[in-house]
């Protein structure tokens, strides 16, 4: 995961245990979204799976992530999309390409942009120290 890895995966926000808070939806206001390069990425994906991922498989569109997160004011505007697909299953909602139990991203080699380009402050805080 780079030289930022432990961070996010042990230590997010400065809190140990805590993981992947951007690649959570939790309970706020927040998307992983908007992912322009988001055919190349799907193409890249599916390389790596060996099969044709669908699009529904991954994100959301703008009319099918309003009406799943009507409550969530990020999701009612359509420059957010498209969205990574969520796991409501999960009580933290993550990011479907999320392993919660390896606290990492299962495809962080061809992450789209969006992913490649977040630092939270306190990611980009910390390697400002490194």
């Not at 992530?65 to 999309?81: D, H, I």
Request: net charge neutral; with cysteine.
């Amino acid at each position: 995961m780079g030289n930022h890895g432990d961070i996010c995966s042990l230590k997010c926000f400065g809190h140990s245990g805590y993981d992947g808070s951007c690649c959570h939806l939790e309970d706020r206001n927040w998307i992983m979204g908007p992912i322009h390069d988001y055919q190349m990425f799907l193409d890249k994906l599916s390389s790596k799976l060996g099969r044709k991922v669908e699009f529904a498989e991954v994100f959301y569109d703008f009319e099918e992530g309003s009406k799943t997160f009507p409550e969530k004011q990020v999701w009612q505007s359509p420059e957010n999309f498209p969205a990574f697909r969520v796991d409501t299953e999960k009580f933290r909602k993550p990011c479907v390409l999320y392993n919660s139990t390896t606290k990492s991203c299962t495809v962080y080699d061809i992450r789209p942009a969006t992913c490649r380009n977040y630092h939270c402050d306190y990611l980009k805080e910390y390697l400002k120290l490194k």
